[in-house]
């Protein structure tokens, strides 16, 4: 069955970097695209960035244009989620998700358990 497993969160001081991935199996990253969400305590699900299964159109929020770089390592069947010059109001929980693409969670069928992201001194 389709399962998505992210990894790679973790407490990262303003201005560092860390690299998320999303292991996926079940199926290939030519099926599905994959998109990267996050969820701060108290407000919405949002998107983060998407990459496009059919031709690797990619995606991101304007909140991290600039900043976060998605990939795809089709041998390896993971997307990574680069995160650089973090921010405080970064801190959430990381969601990776397969599904039709874009931005909006509605899009996704599948997702992950999440990831921790904490951004503080």
């Known amino acids: 069955q389709v399962q998505l497993v992210e990894s790679g969160g973790g407490l990262v001081q303003p201005g560092g970097s860390l690299r998320l991935s999303c292991a996926a199996s079940?199926?290939?990253?030519?099926?599905?695209?994959i998109g990267w969400f996050r969820q701060a305590p108290g407000k919405e699900r949002e998107g983060v960035s998407c990459?496009?299964?059919?031709?690797?159109?990619?995606y991101y929020a304007d909140s991290v244009k600039g900043r976060f770089t998605i990939s795809r390592d089709n041998a390896k069947n993971t997307v990574y989620l680069q995160m650089n010059s973090l921010k405080p109001k970064d801190t959430a929980v990381y969601y990776c998700?397969?599904?039709?693409?874009?931005?909006?969670?509605?899009?996704?069928?599948?997702w992950g358990q999440g990831t921790q992201v904490t951004v503080s001194s």
């Open positions: 998700a397969a599904g039709f693409g874009g931005l909006g969670p509605y899009e996704y069928d599948y």
């Open positions: 079940g199926f290939t990253l030519d099926t599905y695209a």
């Open positions: 990459i496009r299964s059919s031709d690797g159109t990619i």
